[in-house]
């Protein structure tokens, strides 16, 4: 069997680039997958292991096995001789049958346990794509003769790695597959922080990093208004329960006037532990737009002057499609569910958030851009 330090060397002709090291245990290896350097562990006791590091998001776990499905073989010819013995060839026709089915198997054909609000995220087009590519066909016995099955690493999620495994490996391609999806799985926040720059460029913004994660430094940052904003993701906010963790878009704008009016507004079919915390001393804004009171409600310490303000920030708002937003001390804060909001309606919500940041004639503010 190669071993985990020959493992490694061998595949650093197949990613251009990359770099071995010796540990002792088995191997570092930094090698490249959709433009992000990553950073693998690769040994080879008392199993064949390969750890690739990642973000811990959240706690979040996942783990993907091969499905037990079988799919029939297309054998040429009879699998007994006269004498009731398989033919000489049997084992090669069987071999060349399996290898047939490689297109029958699918990213279905892995049973995937997760847990967590974020474990999905991990799986987008790519991810299922070389995970897929990582599945490999093998015979086993069926009733009627022998018939072909998926199996692949066993691959787990966790603690801020990404871990394949099995018992063995004496096939260089079948190591590289599993090595690229490994990798593939692990750099899905660089594809998420690929994403949240474009949509911040557009804004004429930016990001603090390249790779997007929860609760950490990475943000989309831009100015709007002359108000500085900012866009991260949260799962979960200080008053909410545990229960209540959920992936959301947080834009967060600096309040020119922070001693101004307390208020938050959320979308009328969220629950109370889903609504974002009411300010001391709020009262109901009776006087809602009819556009947002259809869709909102909203608490106030001033519920006249926030009325009169959303009357003309109506438009917006519902452009924006945000499912809450509160105002309190030194800054606005609106929410969105999910991993990143159409860009259109970010444009929309940064606007809203840099004129609610001021105590300002809105009607005289002007369209957004």
Known sequence: MLRGVRLAHAMSSRFPGSRVRDTGRGASFIFEIDGAWLDARIREAPLVEIFVRTIDLWGTTLRLRPRDRTVELTLAGSLRTGNGERPPDFDAAVARAVAATRPAWTFADYEVDDDGPLAAIWLDAPARDALTAALWPVAVDGLLGPRAAASAYLCDVADGEVCLRRDS????????AALRAGGTVAARPYRIGAAWLDAARELGGTTTAERWDVGGDFAATLERGGTSIRIDSVVRLPHEDADAARLRARLTARRVVPEG???????????????????????????????????????????????ARLEHLAPLLLDAGIEAAWASGDEVVLIWDGLLPARDRLGAGAEVASRLAFEVDDAAAGPYR
């Open 169 to 176: 490996e004496f096939e260089l391609d079948r190591f590289e």
């Open 261 to 307: 009016d307390a208020w938050a507004l959320w979308r009328n079919h969220l629950g109370r532990d889903l609504r974002p915390e009411v300010p001391r001393r709020a009262r109901a804004v009776d006087g809602l737009p009819a556009a947002l009171a259809a869709g909102y409600d909203a608490r106030a310490t001033a519920p006249d002057r926030l009325a």
